[in-house]
């Protein structure tokens, strides 16, 4: 069976940071591409990072240089770390395969940066 389980979420004063985790499982980690995913409720959920081939990363622009895409393979793990949090990052936070629109979202965590 297919499972994505997120956590790390919580509550975050601006300017603080956190570390999300994606725990994956029923599938061949190794060979996928990952990607982060965030939603706010009444928006469309709009992709965040993702692994390039080559061992690159792309970012979407109001979160590089701030967020950072990282797996572990032998834990079947991605990871998303997030640092100078804003108001603006609040969300709920998915991982997804790439190019495996078939594959299952997870429960997703929630990020709340507030003072």
């Known amino acids: 069976q297919v499972q994505f389980v997120e956590s790390g979420g919580g509550l975050v004063q601006p300017g603080g940071s956190l570390r999300l985790s994606c725990a994956a499982s029923?599938?061949?980690?190794?060979?996928?591409?990952m990607a982060w995913y965030r939603q706010t409720p009444g928006k469309e959920r709009e992709w965040v990072a993702l692994e390039m081939p080559g061992g690159k990363s792309h970012y979407r622009d109001s979160v590089k240089g701030r967020f950072t895409i990282s797996r572990e393979n032998a834990q079947s793990t991605v990871f998303l770390q997030m640092t100078s949090l804003k108001s603006e990052d609040t969300a709920i936070y998915y991982c997804?395969?790439?190019?495996?629109?078939?594959?299952?979202w997870g429960q997703g965590t929630q990020v709340t940066v507030s003072s």
């Open positions: 997804k395969v790439v190019d495996r629109a078939y594959l299952p």
């Open positions: 029923g599938i061949p980690f190794s060979e996928y591409r």
